[in-house]
């Protein structure tokens, strides 16, 4: 497996280019399962997590067109996804086990042909992450449901029929899944907490570009009014929050100014608060975020994951990181997932004073500073957190099982490099 070395040290200074987002693009992807029709969708990020999902829908017999554009003056790429007619429904292990996200698949292949089988997905391990919201919605609209041999396996005899459902807690998978399949559903369906996520908004926007009728967009509440059939459409999908985040953290980590171009800083409002209250400076363009930690005393400032609008969970290491070199204490309580505090260990490892109390909340106490070792990511946010703490350890760190990094930030070490970040990628040949 490949690792990526960093000499910590340098304040980073320049401008970061934000990609697409990949929690718009995996569902978005999905979406195209829902029209024999070409659906073309541009700014897709370059990442591991597309490459496994493009994988998948080969396997179902999906035609898939890639081009690369420039956005901005930067490479995207722009992909056309063609289902005529699927050459399978089964959405097989090999594949589904690199990503949760495959998930997405099951509620389109169930609204347009009726059948499906899904393997039960992998993908981070961050704790529990069931299924059952998915599962009992679609059970509520009509599918009738089994867990065999390790799949899911869905059936109707007919549309699926719009149902009132109300979610016990504001799931973003299970939100997209409904929305996909109901807006194929005879008939009307309210999905109650619902989730509000931007990417949510944007999967919105584009099914009702292909002819769907669902009303509610940033809302709890959104009401989807079955059509009997969808088109194609060419869709581009928004910019990656998370990303924008975790660079905004390594400009205030380094006490550096980084120009995010390209960021929203509506999806960013609690992070760019949080940001503020410890003391960075943050400025807004008309097309940028500007991340400005040049003179900036960091202290601390507690923070509680919670849904969209709270403060996201795929940036808690990151700040986790950032809390670790500034004064003070702070307190970081994880609301969303559990066990997603197993970078604490490897912090720690680095000098960080870190106190974890149960699953759900850690006290970090600032130190002066962080030391380089070799560390261990364990999932996808977590690797990037021990990045932030090696840019500005004293000496070398090593991080290993770096392959989480390629799913979900596109160009990491280029990005790192062009801001002057002293970091490079060390191939297993190497």
Known sequence: MDKIKIIGGNPLFGKVFISGAKNTALPIICASLLTDEPVTIKNIPFLSDIKSLN???????????????????????????????????????????????????????????????????????????????????????????????????????????????????????????????????EGTTVIENAAK?????????????????????????????????????????????IEAGSYAVAAAITKGRIELINANPEYLKTPLDILQKMGVKIELTPNSIIVDAQNAVLHGEDIYTDYYPGFPTDLQAQFMALMC??????????????????????????????????????????????SGAPVMSTDLRASFSLILAGLVAEGETIVNRVYHLDRGYESLEEKFKAVGADIERIKEAD
Not at 118 to 130: F, K
Not at 348 to 364: F, P, Q, W
Request: hydrophobic share 40%.
């Open 325 to 370: 070199v500034s004064e003070g204490a702070s307190m970081i309580t994880e609301n969303i997932w559990e066990n997603r505090f197993m970078h604490v260990p490897e912090l720690m490892r680095m000098g960080a004073n870190i106190n974890v109390h149960g699953h759900a909340s850690a006290i970090v106490r600032g130190v002066k500073k962080l």
């Open 197 to 241: 996520e931007p990417e949510i908004a944007d999967l919105i926007r584009m099914l009702n570009k292909m002819g769907a009728h669902i009303e509610g967009e940033n809302t709890s509440t959104l009401t989807i009014y079955g059509v009997k059939k969808l088109h194609g459409v060419t869709h581009q999908i928004i910019n990656d929050r």
């Open 55 to 185: 994988n998948l829908l080969l396997q179902l017999g999906t035609d898939i067109s890639v081009n690369e554009e420039l956005l901005n003056g930067h490479n995207t790429q722009t992909i056309t996804y063609h289902t005529p007619q699927p050459t399978s429904l089964i959405a097989p292990y090999d594949f589904v086990r690199k990503m949760r996200a495959s998930y997405y698949v099951l509620g389109p292949l169930l609204a347009k042909y009726r059948h499906v089988e899904l393997s039960l997905p992998g993908g981070c391990a961050i704790g529990a992450r069931p299924m059952d919201i998915h599962l009992t919605s679609l059970e509520q609209m009509g599918a009738r449901i089994e867990i065999k041999n390790g799949y899911v396996v869905a059936d109707t005899d007919d549309r699926l029929k719009g149902a009132h459902i109300a979610f016990h807690s504001a799931s973003v998978g299970a939100t997209c899944n409904i929305l996909m399949a109901a807006a194929l559903a």
